[in-house]
């Protein structure tokens, strides 16, 4: 095991700049997901990781040591790619043991190891098979198994599950987090499904054109997004986010940009004249007969929730609910917020404001 360090990285073609001054430190043992849209830079920064492409600047440590321009194999990285990468005319057990067969270890030693991954991955009855016998899921485990038995100080992982189904990519974020438990190893995990994210990771790193937007824990994101494209980014269904200003005479009402009122859960203490965005996740609606009218468009059973798209004079919102709510589409219904769940973000710099603004009593003459 080892820890990964990132410092200023910088990655260019030609006159092209792609990531921009990257500050990242992974633990000894931690489980890091890069996570952000396509296009954003994550996998290019899993790759200089690993030594697939140059570092145009900065430097990136493995285990202490610099490692700019060290070869990929020697590195002691083990990676794991969206496609599965295995070779078709071999068994389960040979695609495994293939990397050490070509380090010339000894045979007994490669059997060992490739029975130990096979017990962990539970693919032991399927060593004798080869890759067109086997299920996605099986071969994702084969793929992960072939990396396990290099005993790499650290695992990086390319979406690795973006060719499974649904249902199977629920099975293998499971099999992938408890792996690592087991393994206690350091692991950096490229995707871009947030909710891969927040199931797998101890820490989140979010991309967005290049640029490092926050680093948390998975709660610490979504509870407290720094900005408006991680609000808008974290969270399914992602969170509400409404443009207007604070109104003049009442701290309790934000006015929309289309002079809708939206009744708020508590006094706000914000310069009614500075432009804002609001933000509220759909849990945290709630029916209330002092609350905002909205009228219903859509219903959207889940099973676990109800999730309703509603309307406010043209801007829209998402509320999920886990009562089962007698609504139809077109029936009015008052909604209050929850009072932990309001979010400011100013509208020029996009940069969530500090709950000390709006978080406390606002004296009577305000």
Known sequence: M??????????????????????????????????????????T????????????????????????????????IAMVFQSYALYPHMTVEENMAFSLKMQKRDKEEQKQKVAESARILDLTKLLDRYPRQLSGGQRQRVAMGRAIVRDP???????????????LRVQMRTEIRSLHQKLKTTVVYVTHDQVEAMTMADKIVVMHDGYIEQIGSPLNLYDQPANLFVAGFMGSPSMNLIKGRMDRSDPHQFVTQNGKVIRLPCPV???????????IRPEHFEVSDEGTEFEVEVIEPTGSEIQ?????????????F?????????????????????????????????PDLYMKEVSPEH
């Open 2 to 43: 080892a820890s990964v360090e990132i410092m200023n990285a910088v990655k260019a073609y030609g006159d092209q700049q792609v990531l921009h001054s990257i500050n990242i430190h992974v633990e000894d043992g931690e489980f890091v997901v890069l996570v952000g849209p396509s296009g954003c830079g994550k996998s």
């Open 308 to 320: 309703v798209i509603l309307n406010l004079g043209g801007e829209k919102a998402t509320a999920a």
């Open 153 to 167: 100080k650290v695992f990086l992982f390319d979406e690795p599950l973006s060719n499974l189904d649904a249902k």
């Open 322 to 354: 886990r009562d089962r709510l007698p609504l139809e589409p077109g029936d009015k219904v008052r909604l209050g917020m929850s009072e932990n769940g309001l979010h400011f973000f100013d509208s020029q710099s996009g940069n969530r404001l500090s």
């Open 269 to 279: 203490d914000i310069d009614p004249g500075r432009e804002l965005v609001i933000g």
């Open 45 to 76: 920064l899993l790759r200089m990781i690993a030594g697939l492409e140059d570092i145009t600047d900065g430097e990136i440590l493995i285990d202490g040591k610099v490692v700019n321009t060290k070869h990929p194999k020697d590195r002691d």
